[in-house]
DNA sequence: GAAAAACAGGATAGATTAGTCTTGTTTCCA
DNA sequence: TGGAAACAAGACTAATCTATCCTGTTTTTC
């Protein structure tokens, strides 16, 4: 139901959150959350684009957050990547309708709507700080791995 | 959020349930729910051969609902077409987690819940059933209108 | 049994997503 | 100032999704 692109950029800043305020080289962040690294490298320009992270070119620089795990949402990364849209108006444009929404419209954007709100109360912070099973989101790692490979492998 | 294929199969099961038990024609589903034709007939086979509907050939054919609109749900529908996969085990396969979620993953799944829920809740008869707005969740339309339209247009 | 209605299935094409690779540019530091 | 570290950006490939078209097969009806 999300992309791996939303996948990976959540992986990404929840790791950065991790480490924040410092920051993390794309071929670092690539290696602990298993994400392929040229791919990630152009995730992090979206998420740069959008204002989620700051990049630093050079020996010593990296990518790190902009704002403090605390202020930063999942609904914030999900929408810079792969924006939820909820359905404003009725996606068949029937004129009988207008701008409401048919039952089964209106199921579907509720159903996106208790998405919405669930990320949107989940901040950086509070995921790390979840006390339940594995403390840390994503801990240590091989290599790279790409989603891909679950499907025909 | 949701796929156009998820979005086309649930008009048209709508559109069948509001016509149930009676048969109707790809076209005349297709004109009414304004999903491409051609395309319709293909998601129409996927969900023929998950036992949604059944089709009928030959004059007087076409395709009807296997179970009542009672006994069907939205999750079923959306489910034989783009299944929700909710998240079973770390997609990092972090061998210090085993089967437990990392916080992240958690609130992924919890997310993905919610939906399955929400989509398990609804039956066609009750989205029929909607005393909101316009009763009827799809009615007359013009002709097929793809999607894809919106994007670039 | 022939014609028409209707679905079945394959081929194909365009758009988007996922992923890789190469080259360029910025920045730090010795 | 030169080299290495690191991101930036574009080209390119593969897979999937969306969509269209064409031919075949089944079924009904006259």
Chains 1, 2 share one sequence.
Do not use: W
Not at 83 to 108: E, F, S, V
Not at 120 to 141: H, N
Request: glycine letters at 6%; aromatic letters at 2%.
């Amino acid at each position: 139901m999300f992309s791996d692109t939303v996948e990976y950029a959540l992986r990404a800043v929840i790791h950065l959150a991790h480490q924040a305020p410092a920051a993390r080289t794309t071929a670092q962040i690539a290696e602990a959350t298993q994400v392929p690294k040229d791919y990630l490298a152009k995730i992090l320009q979206g998420l740069a684009k959008k204002g989620i992270v700051q990049t630093q070119r050079g020996v010593g620089g990296g990518v790190s957050l902009v704002k403090t795990p605390e202020e930063l949402t999942i609904l914030d990364v999900v929408n810079a990547v792969d924006p939820i849209t909820r359905i404003a108006t009725c996606p068949l444009k029937l004129p009988t309708h207008g701008t409401n929404l048919c039952p089964l419209h209106k199921r579907m954007d509720a159903a996106m709507a208790t998405v919405e709100a669930a990320f949107r109360d989940s901040t950086l912070a509070e995921v790390l700080a979840d006390p339940s099973t594995a403390s840390v989101p994503l801990c240590d790692g091989t290599d790279p791995q790409p989603l891909k490979l679950r499907r025909k492998a």
